[in-house]
């Protein structure tokens, strides 16, 4: 869902093809679902999304989510980023934990993998982060299944090897 604001001119400040939204801030996500209205932008620090995450997210209707951290780490495969994107939810990936420090409510403006923090008369860019896609978020949990299904026979190899 893109939500574009309705004074004139904000809507001269909005970069076309642009999401945008009030910021709901939260390191954790379980606590900001309950704060969150359709059309929010989520700002999370939320390491590896879960799907319980991911779907609360989607239900919720953000109109896109501003990771602190990496949506997947690659350790193990989570479905919360593919849940996102195939949902159509943009998601801004890895910026760093500087927007943690956005006044809640905020108008954000994402342009790409560029955050802006938006006033009457101007924007600032606050963070920048790389977009998640379907493409490179199916990469990751390919590689986090192939790492998980190693990391299960080294530990039952050695196991089975500190017995012998």
């Known amino acids: 869902m ?21 910021a709901r801030i939260d390191r954790r996500t379980k606590n900001l679902l309950s704060r969150l209205l359709p059309g929010d932008v989520a700002v999370i620090d939320h390491e590896d ?9 989607i239900q919720r209707q953000a109109a896109a989510v501003v990771n602190a951290a990496r949506s997947s780490s690659g350790r193990y495969p989570n ?3 593919l849940l996102l ?7 801004v990936d890895d910026v760093g934990p500087d927007v943690l ?3 809640e409510g905020t108008q954000l403006v994402l342009d790409g993998g560029r955050v802006f923090a938006m006033n009457e ?14 493409t490179s978020v199916e990469r990751v949990l390919d590689s986090s299944k192939r790492s998980i299904a190693t990391e ?10 500190a017995r012998g």
Do not use: H
């Open 2 to 22: 893109i939500r574009k604001s309705r004074r004139k001119s904000d809507d001269q400040l909005l970069l076309p093809g642009s999401v945008s939204g009030p």
């Open 49 to 57: 999304i879960d799907r319980l995450s991911a779907e609360g997210l």
């Open 79 to 81: 479905l919360g980023p």
């Open 85 to 91: 994107v195939s949902a159509g939810v943009l998601v």
């Open 101 to 103: 420090d956005v006044e």
């Open 121 to 134: 008369k101007s924007m600032a860019e606050v963070c920048r982060g790389r977009v998640l896609d379907l």
């Open 152 to 161: 299960i026979l080294r530990s039952a190899w050695s196991s089975t090897s």
